[in-house]
T-cell receptor
Framework: AQKITQTQPGMFVQEKEAVTLDCTYDTSDPSYGLFWYKQPSSGEMIFLIYQGSYDQQNATEGRYSLNFQKARKSANLVISASQLGDSAMYFCAMREGGIYNQGGKLIFGQGTELSVKP | NAGVTQTPKFRVLKTGQSMTLLCAQDMNHEYMYWYRQDPGMGLRLIHYSVGEGTTAKGEVPDGYNVSRLKKQNFLLGLESAAPSQTSVYFC?????????????FGPGTRLTVL
């Protein structure tokens, strides 16, 4: 069963507008972390934001925020005021705790390619 | 700090050849990982290490071997390369394996097996 699902293969957004990238996850572990990474065309993986399963508030990092809805098992990334440099592939990932942790591996979704239009 | 570095950045092999990918980190992290990324897919874990001298299999370990003789280095070996191993390989490290620990990635190695 796929544990991380990103249903939007590609998204377009106008410069300076906000955009939401969807991510749903599946786990039976009560302790887990959710991460978003950005992969620009140059190929490196850049960490953006983290949300813990026990965190009461949604995580924010500058223009990035994570809309965490635990009951729905969703962890959507919101980018405000999009910039041309935001054009990239975005990956949602999960790290389970407990017996599922397996050395702390990350489980990745398939990614969403975001294109920002001027 | 250089963070996580990978050598080489690009490599082309013929079927049956062998090679070693080197990952180095200068953050004193205990945990290190090797992932592969195939087109249209997220990253999948090949092998990982929870400390110097330890290694363990991940999701797709077949055809690869690893070694962690020094804390800062994690080597990925392909003994007899196959076209199915054409991929982009990423090394990552983290301070621990806790579910809240961020993994930091190297720049990747693009490998083509002909």
């Amino acid at each position: 069963a796929q544990k991380i699902t990103q249903t939007q293969p590609g998204m377009f957004v106008q410069e300076k507008e906000a955009v939401t990238l969807d991510c749903t996850y599946d786990t039976s572990d009560p302790s887990y972390g959710l991460f978003w990474y950005k992969q620009p065309s140059s190929g490196e993986m850049i960490f953006l934001i983290y949300q813990g399963s026990y965190d009461q508030q949604n995580a924010t990092e500058g223009r990035y925020s994570l809309n965490f809805q635990k009951a729905r098992k969703s962890a959507n990334l919101v980018i405000s005021a999009s910039q041309l440099g935001d054009s990239a592939m975005y990956f949602c990932a999960m790290r389970e705790g407990g017996i599922y942790n397996q050395g702390g591996k990350l489980i990745f979704g398939q990614g969403t390619e975001l294109s920002v239009k001027p | 700090n250089a963070g996580v570095t990978q050598t080489p950045k690009f490599r082309v092999l013929k079927t049956g050849q062998s090679m070693t990918l080197l990952c180095a980190q200068d953050m004193n992290h205990e945990y290190m990982y090797w992932y592969r990324q195939d087109p249209g897919m997220g990253l999948r874990l090949i092998h990982y290490s929870v400390g110097e001298g330890t290694t363990a299999k991940g999701e797709v370990p077949d055809g690869y071997n690893v070694s962690r003789l020094k804390k800062q280095n994690f080597l990925l070996g392909l003994e007899s390369a196959a076209p199915s191993q054409t991929s982009v390989y990423f090394c990552a490290s983290s301070y621990s394996g806790g579910h809240g620990e961020t993994q930091y990635f190297g720049p990747g190695t693009r490998l083509t097996v002909l």
